[in-house]
């Protein structure tokens, strides 16, 4: 069963940049990987998606431009740079890998204990 470990958050003034990891305990370069995060009292939102070699990104309207996911696949990472911060980004960060090999999202198979971002006015 495959473990995921997200770190890097802290508690950041706005405008201010984070770099998110999770670091995954195997192989991990055959699965679309995502981050999601879930704001105080608010539900799971999704954040952004990197197809399993890297080459394909997408990210949600309200981080676009300011948010950008990659991995390295030879070190079991996943990265989200996160700049420009605002309060609204204030949340507990997941990663997730998909539950089946491929380009294509079927549900989530593992997700982390996620890793607490918060940003002050």
């Known amino acids: 069963e495959v473990q995921l470990v997200e770190s890097g958050g802290a508690l950041v003034q706005s405008g201010r940049s984070l770099t998110l990891s999770c670091r995954a305990s195997e192989d991990t370069s055959g699965y679309l990987m995502t981050w999601v995060r879930q704001a105080p009292g608010k539900g799971l939102e999704w954040v952004s998606a990197?197809?399993?070699?890297?080459?394909?990104?997408a990210h949600a309207d309200s981080v676009k431009g300011r948010f950008t996911i990659s991995r390295d696949n030879a070190k079991n990472m996943l990265y989200l740079q996160m700049n420009n911060l605002k309060p609204e980004d204030t949340a507990v960060y997941y990663c997730a890998r998909s539950r089946f090999a491929g380009s294509i999202w079927v549900g989530y198979g593992y997700w982390g204990q996620g890793t607490q971002v918060a940003v002050s006015t």
């Open positions: 990197v197809d399993p070699v890297g080459r394909t990104k």
